[in-house]
């Protein structure tokens, strides 16, 4: 279970310049091939860090669906029972996510892994064990919970590497965050915590994003760690009474 705060969300909580990072792929394989552009499907390991485009280390809170855009994020996934199931109201209501996955979790359900891209989402380096604690760890143990989790996401979805990175429960540090952005995966934060893990009833939710949403249009959902009935119906709620009141659904700004 994710380490969450309320308030404004985590991208106005991390101050300033990242360390440096010498060696980036501590003992770690890592992959780059994207979907469509090789002439095999298996991913490429070990690739050097020339060939991904790095981005910017800030966490990033904006929509690139514009001042009314919504971001939907689903933690801790994917799970063969709640994924699915997500993926069915996201495709009911026309609506692109960006699914934060744990690395076993992605390479237990490949084949889930493969069906979110296929549905047009995106993927997020949610690292490999969900450490709410890894902020406190050596840099090494850093580096080889993204780096590992990195390789495993890609592995399952056949060749599509994660864009993002989102420490569990927001233990970000300078150097998580300038290692990730230098793999090409922006730090992603959140603005409204819906607290579903929670369960607090579908409702509460509901009213909980609707409530929080001034804050910034980063949701943060989950499809693992529990029974997420809840979650579900709330998204079935939440996503067209959203949309009819002039909301577009986006991803996070990279």
């Known amino acids: 279970m994710a380490r969450h705060n309320g308030g404004r969300g985590w991208y106005g909580k991390v101050v300033g310049a990242a360390l440096g990072v010498t060696i980036l792929a501590t003992g770690a394989s890592v992959w780059t091939a994207q979907a469509g552009t090789t002439d095999d499907s298996t991913p490429k390991a070990n690739a050097p860090a020339a060939d991904i485009k790095p981005v910017a280390d800030t966490i990033a809170h904006s929509s690139d669906a514009g001042a009314h855009g919504v971001n939907i994020t689903i933690d801790d996934g994917p799970d063969p029972v709640w994924t699915p199931k997500a993926l069915d109201v996201l495709r009911e209501y026309g609506v692109k996510a960006t699914f934060c996955m744990v690395g076993t979790q992605a390479k237990a359900h490949p084949d889930l892994v493969k069906k979110v891209v296929a549905a047009g989402h995106r993927l997020c380096d949610h690292s490999v064990s969900h450490d709410t604690a890894m902020d406190k760890k050596p840099q090494s143990y850093q580096s080889q919970q993204i780096l590992d989790a990195e390789r495993m996401i890609t592995e399952a979805s056949g060749g599509v590497r994660p864009m993002y990175y989102r420490a569990p429960g927001g233990a970000f540090t300078p150097y998580s965050r300038e290692l990730a952005a230098s793999r090409g995966m922006r730090p992603l934060g959140w603005n409204v915590d819906t607290k579903d893990f929670e369960r607090p009833g579908t409702d509460v939710i509901v009213a909980t994003a609707e ?36 909301y577009t659904f986006g991803f996070p700004v990279r």
């Open 211 to 246: 409530r929080e949403l001034h804050n910034g249009p980063t949701l943060l959902f989950h499809d693992a760690g529990g029974d997420r009935t809840q979650t579900i119906e709330a998204l079935r709620k939440l996503l067209p009474r959203l949309k009819s009141q002039g």
